[in-house]
C-alpha cells in the first residue's frame, strides 16, 4: 500500500484532508506531520511514498524540509501546496519543472489526480525528487531571506538570498558569480537551510534566471566530449533568413479547421525594428533580451508578440520570419492539447544552415532562438523560461 505524508500546521485542514481521502483509502493510506521536524522524523522511521508539504510552518518550514528530501529522499515525489495566490507567481511556479504545486484553498479532485500521478512514480509530467535549480527558483518566488549551504562530496559552498535575491555566493576559494556558477554546476548535492542572512549589501548582479543559464551552460561545455565539441563553421551567412517558407505545406490545413484568423496579422519589418528602441522601457524584457546577447550558443533571436508583432531582432527579421514563429508556436499548443500532453515545453526545428531553431512561447511573447545542433536545448529552455514567462506587453 503507497503512503502520503502530508504535512501542514493546520491541524482542521489535516482533518478535512483526512475525511476527503476515505474514498481512495484503497488506493493510498495517508500519515499527518504539523511541521518539518516530525515529517523528518516520520520519513526516518516510515516507508514514504509521496510527501505534500505547506511552505509557511513553524519549527521546520517547508523549504527546510524540501531541502532535506532533496539530500535524503531524492527519488520522493513532492507536491508543494502555495497561497501566493497571484497569476504571475502561478505561471514560475509551473516552469520550476521538478515540482508538483497546489494553490490553497485546495481543489480536491485536482489533489487526488497530483497524487495518483505521483504515486505512478515516473508517469509523463510528473518528475521525482528536488533539484537545486528548482529549490533556489522557489526561495525566488517567495521572496524568501535564508542562507542556502550546498555540499557536494567535498565541495561546500553558501547563496545568500535576501527578499528572493541572490545577492552573494561562496566556496572555498571563490565567491560571487564565480562561486555561484560552480554551485550550480555540482551533482548529487544536500541543500541545507538557514532562515538568516549575512549580507547586506549584492556582490551578484545577475538575475537568478542567468545565473542558472550560465552556469548550466559552463557545465555543458565542461561535460562536451570532443567529439561534440569541434568547433562550428562561421554562420555569417547563417540566421533565420535563411528560412524558405515558399510552397512550404506543413499539412495542417485540416487540424486548423482552415480557420484564416489563426495566423496574426503582419508585423513590422526589419528596418522599422531591429535595435532596443521598444523594450527598453520594459525591465524585465530588457534582462530577457540581455541574457539573449549574453549566451554565445545563440546566433540569432527573435522575440515576437502573440499578435505576430516583431518585438526585438538580434540581427534582421522580416514579417514573414515573425509569422512563422508565431504560427509554429500556435500550430504546437494546439496539438498538444488536443493529445492531452500538458503545458508546452518547446518546439525544435532544423534550418537550412544546419542549426536549430528551439521556439517558446512566454504569457504575452514567443521567442525564437537559432542556436547550434550541438547545442541541447532542454539547459536553454529551462534557463530562459522563468523570465520569458514574466514579460507582458501591456
Not at 548529487?188 to 550560465?214: A, M, Q, R, W, Y
Not at 520594459?282 to 515576437?304: K, R
Request: aromatic fraction near 6%; glycine fraction near 6%.
Amino acid at each position: 500500500m503507497n503512503t502520503v505524508l502530508i504535512v501542514d500546521d493546520d491541524e482542521s485542514f489535516l482533518l478535512s484532508l483526512i475525511d476527503g481521502f476515505k474514498s481512495y483509502e484503497d488506493q493510498f493510506g495517508i500519515i499527518t506531520a504539523h511541521n518539518g521536524e516530525e515529517a523528518v522524523t516520520i520519513l526516518d522511521e516510515q516507508d514514504i511514498h509521496l510527501v505534500l508539504t505547506d511552505l509557511k510552518m513553524p519549527k521546520m518550514d517547508g523549504f527546510a524540509l524540501v531541502a532535506h528530501l532533496s539530500a535524503h529522499h531524492p527519488e520522493l515525489p513532492v507536491i508543494v501546496m502555495t497561497a501566493f495566490g497571484t497569476p504571475d507567481i502561478e505561471e514560475n511556479l509551473k516552469e520550476i519543472g521538478a515540482f508538483q504545486y497546489i494553490e490553497k484553498p485546495i481543489d480536491f479532485n485536482l489533489l487526488v489526480t497530483k497524487i495518483l500521478k505521483g504515486l505512478e512514480g515516473r508517469s509523463k509530467g510528473f518528475i521525482t525528487g528536488v533539484s537545486l535549480s528548482s529549490f533556489l527558483q522557489l526561495l525566488e518566488l517567495d521572496k524568501k531571506t535564508c542562507t542556502v549551504t550546498v555540499r557536494s562530496g567535498k565541495h561546500q559552498g553558501n547563496m545568500y538570498f535576501r527578499n528572493g535575491d541572490l545577492l552573494d555566493a561562496d566556496t572555498d576559494d571563490l565567491s560571487g558569480e564565480d562561486a555561484a556558477f560552480t554551485i550550480i554546476s555540482w551533482k548529487n548535492v544536500e541543500i541545507v537551510l538557514d532562515n538568516s542572512c549575512k549580507i547586506t549589501e549584492p556582490k551578484i548582479h545577475d538575475s537568478l534566471g542567468f545565473i542558472l543559464l550560465e552556469g548550466s551552460r559552463r557545465q555543458d561545455e565542461q561535460n562536451a566530449s570532443p567529439t561534440n565539441s569541434i568547433p562550428q563553421p562561421a554562420t555569417s551567412g547563417a540566421s533565420l533568413d535563411s528560412i524558405d517558407l515558399t510552397g512550404m505545406d506543413l499539412g495542417l490545413d485540416d487540424f486548423l479547421h482552415e480557420d484564416e484568423d489563426i495566423l496574426p496579422p503582419p508585423s513590422m519589418t526589419a528596418e522599422t525594428l531591429t535595435t532596443a528602441s521598444t523594450h527598453t522601457a520594459n525591465p524585465i524584457l530588457q534582462q530577457f533580451i540581455t541574457m539573449l546577447d549574453a549566451m554565445p550558443e545563440i546566433s540569432n533571436s527573435i522575440l515576437v508578440s502573440k499578435d505576430g508583432n516583431l518585438v526585438y531582432a538580434a540581427k534582421t527579421a522580416d514579417d514573414q520570419i515573425s509569422n512563422f514563429i508565431t504560427y509554429i508556436s500556435v500550430v504546437s499548443q494546439q496539438l498538444q492539447e488536443a493529445m492531452g500532453t500538458g503545458e508546452q515545453q518547446y518546439t525544435m526545428l532544423t534550418l537550412s544552415s544546419g542549426n536549430n531553431l528551439l521556439i517558446l512561447s512566454g504569457k504575452d511573447v514567443v521567442v525564437g532562438l537559432e542556436i547550434s545542433k550541438t547545442i541541447p536545448p532542454g539547459p536553454v529552455a529551462a534557463g530562459l523560461r522563468p523570465v520569458l514567462s514574466r514579460i507582458s506587453m501591456q
